[in-house]
């Protein structure tokens, strides 16, 4: 067994009468970043609560630092785990610093208060995540980027060696799509985070990921380094769906097709072959 997070046999059912996920085994090195990815229900958020600890498994083993899931409380496991949830709802009342130093109520003292060094934390990953400029606002007067920067602060707060991100570029232009990923992986490189996040983005994940975990619905898994598992084959396979792929230097990228430029093509091959 190796890896902070290792997967052993994997099968979880919502129902007794079907699987979402079927026989997943995978693991993740200390302060790997790996990406899942794949169709609409094939069970990527199931997996994430899976992992947090949120459900539990029909069968198979979930390891997090050497230690089984089943054996933490809720409050150790939230030292080792922070989530991210998809479309994070703003926490009524509170400003930006507050909802951030809710992630450090595990660490409280007896006396439940925070301590000089839990406010320093706190600082540290508002800095990080470039919120510090707006600690003291509401939290419902932020943009939805801005928002998901102040819960991504809040889980590096937490100061866990782990992240667990629910499509956290969900409904983000461009440029916050980037900034996110960006500040992951300077979380990565210079915090030494373990960094997990489900995304239909594939080419942020071929662009910042370290591995991939492709699930289909078929209940199969593929995983491996990103540049093997997120092959044009893989992707044509798994979606369903035809894909341009292409390179920009050492990164690889991935356009779908539909039907109206795969009508297109055959018409310009037709009249440049007549």
Same mark, same amino acid.
């Given at each position: 067994m190796?890896?902070?997070?290792?997967?052993q046999?994997?099968s979880?059912?919502y129902?007794t009468k079907?699987?979402?996920?079927?026989d997943?085994?995978f693991?993740?090195?200390?302060?790997?970043?790996?990406?899942?990815?794949g169709?609409n229900g !094939?069970?990527?958020s199931?997996?994430?609560?899976?992992?947090?600890?949120?459900l539990?498994?029909?069968s198979?083993?979930?390891?997090?630092?050497?230690?089984?899931?089943?054996s933490?409380?809720?409050?150790t496991l939230a030292?080792?785990v !922070?989530v991210?949830?998809?479309?994070?709802v703003?926490?009524?009342?509170?400003?930006v610093?507050e909802?951030?130093?809710?992630a450090?109520?595990p660490?409280?003292?007896?006396?439940g208060?925070?301590s000089q060094a839990?406010r320093?934390i706190v600082q540290d990953?508002?800095?990080?995540?470039?919120?510090a400029g707006f600690?003291?606002?509401?939290l419902?007067s932020?943009?939805s980027?801005e928002r998901?920067r102040?819960?991504? !602060?809040r889980a590096?707060?937490?100061n866990?060696?782990?992240?667990?991100?629910?499509?956290?570029?969900?409904?983000?232009d461009l440029?916050?799509?980037v900034?996110i990923?960006?500040l992951?992986?300077?979380?990565?490189?210079?915090?030494g985070?373990?960094?997990v996040a489900?995304?239909h983005?594939?080419?942020l !994940?071929c662009q910042y990921c370290d591995?991939?975990?492709l699930?289909?619905?078929d209940?199969?898994s593929?995983?491996?380094?990103?540049?093997?598992?997120?092959s044009t084959?893989?992707i044509?396979?798994?979606?369903g769906?035809?894909?341009?792929?292409?390179r920009?230097?050492?990164e690889?990228f991935?356009?779908?097709?539909g039907?109206?430029?795969?009508d297109?093509?055959?018409?310009?091959?037709?009249?440049g072959?007549s």
């Amino acid at each position: 067994m190796s890896g902070i997070i290792h997967v052993q046999n994997l099968s979880f059912g919502y129902t007794t009468k079907s699987l979402v996920l079927k026989d997943i085994s995978f693991s993740v090195p200390s302060g790997g970043f790996l990406a899942i990815a794949g169709p609409n229900g !094939a069970g990527k958020s199931t997996l994430l609560n899976l992992i947090c600890g949120a459900l539990t498994p029909r069968s198979g083993t979930i390891i997090i630092d050497a230690a089984p899931i089943e054996s933490y409380s809720t409050r150790t496991l939230a030292a080792k785990v !922070a989530v991210v949830r998809q479309e994070s709802v703003p926490i009524f009342g509170f400003s930006v610093v507050e909802t951030v130093l809710m992630a450090r109520t595990p660490y409280f003292g007896t006396a439940g208060f925070e301590s000089q060094a839990d406010r320093e934390i706190v600082q540290d990953a508002l800095e990080l995540t470039d919120t510090a400029g707006f600690a003291s606002r509401p939290l419902t007067s932020l943009s939805s980027g801005e928002r998901q920067r102040v819960f991504i !602060a809040r889980a590096l707060a937490q100061n866990s060696p782990i992240l667990l991100l629910d499509e956290p570029t969900s409904f983000l232009d461009l440029k916050h799509q980037v900034g996110i990923y960006d500040l992951l992986k300077a979380a990565q490189f210079g915090k030494g985070k373990t960094i997990v996040a489900v995304t239909h983005d594939i080419n942020l !994940a071929c662009q910042y990921c370290d591995q991939a975990l492709l699930l289909g619905t078929d209940g199969l898994s593929r995983h491996g380094p990103v540049s093997e598992v997120l092959s044009t084959e893989q992707i044509e396979n798994v979606f369903g769906v035809e894909i341009f792929a292409g390179r920009i230097g050492q990164e690889g990228f991935f356009m779908p097709l539909g039907k109206l430029a795969k009508d297109r093509a055959r018409i310009e091959a037709k009249t440049g072959n007549s």
